[in-house]
């Protein structure tokens, strides 16, 4: 094999590939599957397949810190332009996205860390992927393809570039990546790039390509980004880590996310050194949005010390999160949720979390730890256990704001203010603080309730089934209520020293038009409804 290294720059890298995979031709031959990790080869033999199902994106490698390798979508085309479209009537969803993506056709030691280059025997280029996503696929010459979504350092990146880049039969050293082609098999490469500013304008990419002196003609158009219509793309652990270099930015989850191992050896160049020690790094959004497509993050792992855990660490100022789906979640710190440390006057909707928190501080929660009272949070659900300190709920730790069709199943196990939804209720106002949600599960620790640990607020329309265990007070709906309860059903057992409730334990306040079905035992002021207070009303 005769070694042709192309790299001058982590542009030029991205420049080569999205020109290169352009080359390919379906071919019934056998093929040669190279690939390349810094100045790494491997090479099979593999036949070629087709994959007709939309591929998931894993994984990027950044070989050079803030050098990244660009990702595209990998939707199914079985032979034209497929329209890819969020169907959600939710705003942020990408908007006019009519990219080709073409049928991918992994070789058979392909690795989702690397790029993937495949040449046949004859020594001509047939596919390459940029990590496991394929951009074109057999194209005419002169043919042009848009890139819808780009991701945030794609864009970035052709800001600062030369108008033209020449590689002419690269022979030198690679720094970054390099690429082994078939013997006699010579390679050259001119791109333009017009106009400067992808932030304004879509950028065209006219490329020229040389195979044994052969020219063929590409064009790639680039779409500029827009927060609406056109956010930036997430394809990747790299890409998604990237929303830390621009928090303002509107972002849409293209592909599902497997997150590497924390031990694993590749992790540190794709996320930092840091991901040994520390997991997955928090994010932030502010003015910002994430639509996560009810794709999948999997494998989101954190263990944060004595600082906040989350995908985000905070949501601010009218930021809006919505179909996430948190995988294999395993996350602890001071604070925090699985999905949002703190979220002040904004919303998250439809968003799942499955896995494990725990916290040693407080405001705890399942998905969010602190929501202040300009928050929301609507449709969401989770399958986790939580164990926390003060403040800890299955859902929301310390809660001001408004949580509506909330679903939780697990445990919550807290020292202090525990709930099965909320660990303290302190929305205090005229609205509807949890309405519409439901617990399934087990609440332990003082000030335990089904629902919310304290209540300060107004709770309505909400069930509980589970066990509620711990000091004093304990309630199967609230440990404690000086707010206002309405219309909630409790099916379970609730256990207590004293000051336990089958709906609440301690009732300064209201409860009304609730009922409870079980088993309650503590001694002594222990009751099938109200444990100590005012007596709940019909």
């Not at 991205?14 to 071919?27: H, I, M, P, Y």
């Not at 894993?58 to 050098?67: I, P, Y």
């Not at 052709?158 to 390679?187: G, M, V």
């Not at 089904?450 to 066990?467: E, Y």
Request: glycine letters at 12%.
């Amino acid at each position: 094999m005769d070694c042709k290294k192309i790299a001058r720059s982590p542009f030029l890298l991205f420049l080569v590939l999205l020109f290169t995979v352009n080359l390919f031709s379906c071919s019934n031959s056998p093929q040669k599957a190279i690939t390349n990790k810094g100045s790494i080869n491997s090479t099979e033999d593999s036949s070629s397949k087709t994959d007709t199902s939309s591929d998931s994106t894993n994984s990027s490698g950044n070989n050079g810190g803030n050098n990244a390798t660009t990702d595209t979508s990998s939707n199914t085309n079985n032979g034209g332009n497929n329209a890819t479209t969020d169907t959600s009537s939710n705003t942020n969803n990408g908007g006019n996205n009519t990219g080709s993506n073409p049928v991918s056709q992994k070789p058979a030691n392909y690795n989702p860390d690397i790029t993937n280059l495949v040449v046949d025997e004859k020594g001509k280029l047939t596919f390459l992927y940029l990590n496991d996503v394929t951009i074109f696929q057999n194209p005419a010459d002169f043919e042009t393809k848009t890139l819808q979504n780009a991701p945030w350092f794609v864009l970035h990146s052709l800001l600062n570039q030369k108008n033209a880049i020449t590689q002419e039969n690269a022979s030198t050293s690679a720094l970054f990546f390099q690429y082994s082609l078939a013997q006699d098999t010579s390679f050259s490469v001119l791109a333009e790039v017009s106009p400067r500013n992808p932030e304004i304008n879509d950028v065209t990419l006219a490329i020229q390509t040389f195979l044994k002196g052969v020219p063929t003609h590409y064009t790639l158009v680039v779409k500029a980004y827009e927060k609406n219509t056109n956010p930036y793309g997430v394809y990747s652990a790299l890409s998604l880590s990237q929303i830390q270099s621009y928090e303002f930015g509107s972002y849409l989850q293209r592909e599902d996310i497997f997150l590497p191992n924390t031990n694993d050896p590749t992790a540190a160049i794709l996320l930092g050194a840091d991901y040994a020690l520390f997991g997955f790094p928090t994010l932030n959004l502010n003015q910002g949005s994430y639509n996560g497509m009810n794709k999948l993050i999997r494998n989101f792992v954190q263990t944060k010390g004595k600082t906040d855990f989350g995908l985000f660490e905070s949501a601010l100022n009218l930021s809006f999160v919505q179909k996430v789906h948190l995988v294999d979640v395993s996350v602890s710190g001071d604070k925090g949720g699985a999905l949002i440390s703190n979220l002040s006057n904004s919303r998250v909707e439809n968003c799942i979390v499955e896995g494990k928190v725990q916290g040693f501080g407080t405001n705890i929660g399942g998905m969010v730890g602190f929501t202040d009272a300009s928050a929301f949070i609507f449709e969401v659900s989770g399958t986790i256990n939580v164990i926390g300190n003060n403040y800890t709920g299955g859902v929301v730790g310390y809660h001001q704001g408004n949580l509506s069709d909330a679903h939780f199943q697990g445990d919550v196990v807290g020292t202090m203010v525990v709930g099965g939804l909320v660990g303290l209720n302190d929305a205090v106002g005229s609205t509807v603080s949890i309405k519409n949600s439901s617990m399934q599960g087990t609440v332990t620790g003082d000030y335990a309730g089904g629902l919310t640990g304290v209540n300060n607020g107004k709770i309505s329309n909400n069930t509980v089934q589970g066990t509620i265990s711990g000091g004093s007070p304990v309630g199967g709906a609230a440990a404690s209520n000086e707010g206002e309860i309405s219309n909630v059903i409790v099916q379970g057992t609730v256990i207590g020293t004293h000051s336990v409730g089958g709906l609440v334990g301690s009732n300064p306040g209201k409860v009304q038009a609730s009922t409870f079905q079980g088993f309650v035992m503590g001694n002594p002021n222990q009751n099938n409804t109200i444990g100590s207070g005012n007596p709940a009303l019909p």
